[in-house]
């Protein structure tokens, strides 16, 4: 029956979408580790530069405190110290945003691209027991002699044609699909119908760019 077959080609549809959206947060996740790491580096090198000024401008270490002689006020000695505290923060901070984004256009070595070559081994060996899943459900009988066009292979598309055939508003595809082409016309239900680009498009981009991330 064309409803059965469309609720199976739905489940399978369902399950391609289900990786490639794991595939998503799995490159997600690499490029926030990436993110991650650099902001460590630069949040401990803001430390050292904020203690190594405070430090540098302690009394005894410099001329900036020559003038605190016994006798000088708690309250002068308090604001001096403030104002150095303030200064080493505030340069800590902007070493911080500088190396940050150095590292982040690799103009200095322990940049993004050496960062990512550190992860990049887990995250392929991730992607690839993805790719091989997407490999195998595209190779299945029901993607390979699919009886409907690209452009309708995904899970929106599917559940409209399904809720149509059990509605009796259609009696095959050919209807099915001219009904939807007619209903995605409205701006309103185009979204919940129909998408840009189809889950075996996106699915065949994913093989795609992989084999070039590899070479």
Known sequence: MILDYCRELFDTLKNLEGLLKGSEDLREDYRKKISAQIARQASILDI??????????????????????????PVDLFFR????????????????????????????????????RFYKKKYLKKQKEIIEQIQEILKS?????AELPNDYMNTKSIN?????????????????TNLLELESRDSHVHY????????????????????????
């Open 160 to 176: 409209y044609i399904i809720g149509c055939l059990e509605a009796g508003e259609v009696s095959n595809l050919k209807e099915a």
């Open 81 to 116: 110290m403030s104002a150095i505290t303030f200064l080493s923060l505030l340069l800590g901070y902007g070493s911080r945003l500088g190396l940050t984004w150095l590292w982040q256009h690799n103009y200095l070595p322990g940049g993004r691209k050496h960062i990512a």
């Open 192 to 215: 919940l119908i129909k998408t840009e680009n189809n889950t075996i498009s996106r699915a065949l981009l994913l093989i795609k760019n992989d084999e070039e991330e590899r070479r």
């Open 141 to 145: 009988e029901i993607i390979v002699n």
């Open 48 to 73: 050292l530069v904020s203690i190594g000024m405070i430090v540098y401008f302690m009394p005894d270490k410099t001329v900036f405190f020559s003038n605190l002689v016994p006798g000088t006020g």
